[in-house]
């Protein structure tokens, strides 16, 4: 598969990934309700689920909890992980552009004995403030 295409099927399921979570999300505000109750009692809630998706449970006009098919679970799982793969690209990004600029890199030693100057300077910082120097 090309970069092209594979790019395109990820804004694919991006996109039917997003029509799930919003059906779901809808759904769930028009007030798909059942009783603690009627859990135990009745079967309907479970046509109900297959058709929603998702149930919030009362107890005492109270919301107990939600129900939720595994599929849907499933897609907010999903949806929850393309949100947190969207933000550490652009974390990373916003690194890549902080940094392109930078012309000093350090490693190895050189990079270690940095590292320790700085700790030292912060030290010394610290020790200044609690000693009442500033």
Known sequence: MTRKKEKQESIRQRMELLRSFEKVRHDFQMGTQVG?????????????????????VLDRNDT?????????????????????????????????????????????????KGAVLKFREKNEHHRRFLDGDQ
């Open 36 to 56: 603690l109750t009627q859990l135990g009692c009745s079967a309907t809630w479970r046509e109900k689920l297959k058709q929603a998706g998702v149930l919030e």
């Open 64 to 112: 107990a909890g939600v129900l939720i098919e595994p599929e849907v679970f499933q897609a907010i799982l999903d949806y929850l992980d393309l949100m947190d793969e969207e933000l550490e690209e652009a974390q990373i990004d916003a690194l890549v552009k902080h940094r392109k600029d930078a012309r000093d890199f350090a490693s190895g030693k050189e990079l270690a």
